[in-house]
Nanobody, 117 residues
Framework: QVQLVESGGGLVQAGDSLRLSCAAS????????MAWFRQAPGKEREFVAR????????YYTDSVKGRFTISRDNAKNTVYLQMNSLKPEDTAVYYC??????????WGQGTQVTVSS
């Protein structure tokens, strides 16, 4: 059974930092693109960042560029999202996703990030 388990969310103030982790089990994702998405209350789920299998290539949505950094440790089958200079508009449930055959087939249960002003 494949599982993605996110952790590291919480309640912080604007300007603070958080580091999210996504630990995979049941299969290795070392050859797959991994990504982070988020869903704010009343809004659709949106893409945040993705990282190639090797970590050499990353891509971010404009609203988090320069503030968020995605990384991975294939030996630990884990993906991270370092979030700095957090803003109230970053408040959302953050989901980890694993790609397979060009589709994000695997999803975690999400971790809540709340940023107070």
């Amino acid at each position: 059974q494949v599982q993605l388990v996110e952790s590291g969310g919480g309640l912080v103030q604007a300007g603070d930092s958080l580091r999210l982790s996504c630990a995979a089990s049941g299969r290795t994702f070392s050859s797959n693109t991994m990504a982070w998405f988020r869903q704010a209350p009343g809004k659709e789920r949106e893409f945040v960042a993705r990282i190639s299998w090797s970590g050499a290539s990353t891509y971010y949505t404009d609203s988090v560029k320069g503030r968020f950094t995605i990384s991975r440790d294939n030996a630990k089958n884990t993906v991270y999202l370092q979030m700095n200079s957090l803003k109230p508009e970053d408040t959302a449930v953050y989901y980890c996703a694993g790609e397979s055959a060009h589709v994000y087939e695997y999803w975690g249960q999400g971790t809540q990030v709340t940023v107070s002003s």
